[in-house]
């Protein structure tokens, strides 16, 4: 069974930095792309920052320049850097994957969500 773990949201000031981050567990052959996604009350879920297996990255254009998605080194793990926080980025993120093969199964997955509140 596929299963994303999300960890590090919290409360930040204005200005602040953190740190997301999502491991994919289970027996897993492969992961097309993973990617952040998040939803502010009242608002859509939306698209915050995607890697793909070969590496290339995409960014909303509101949180270009200030945070950056990576993957780790066992791949399977996702990570989001997110710097000069605004209140408006305030939001439960989401962790994604796109295209998980497993020897069972094939499809997307999504985390649970964490929290992250960014607030004076």
């Known amino acids: 069974q596929v299963q994303l773990v999300e960890s590090g949201g919290g409360l930040v000031q204005p200005g602040g930095s953190l740190r997301l981050s999502c491991a994919a567990s289970?027996?897993?052959?492969?992961?097309?792309?993973m990617g952040w996604y998040r939803q502010a009350p009242g608002k859509q879920r939306e698209l915050v920052a995607i890697?793909?297996?070969?590496?290339?990255?995409s960014y909303a254009d509101s949180v270009k320049g200030r945070f950056t998605i990576s993957r780790g080194n066992a791949k399977n793990t996702v990570y989001l850097q997110m710097n000069s926080l605004k209140p408006e980025d305030t939001a439960v993120y989401y962790c994604?994957?796109?295209?998980?093969?497993?020897?069972?199964?094939?499809?997307?997955?999504w985390g649970q969500g964490t929290q992250v509140t960014v607030s004076s």
């Open positions: 994604h994957a796109d295209d998980v093969w497993a020897p069972t199964s094939r499809g997307d997955y």
């Open positions: 890697i793909t297996s070969a590496g290339s990255t």
């Open positions: 289970g027996r897993i052959f492969s992961i097309n792309a």
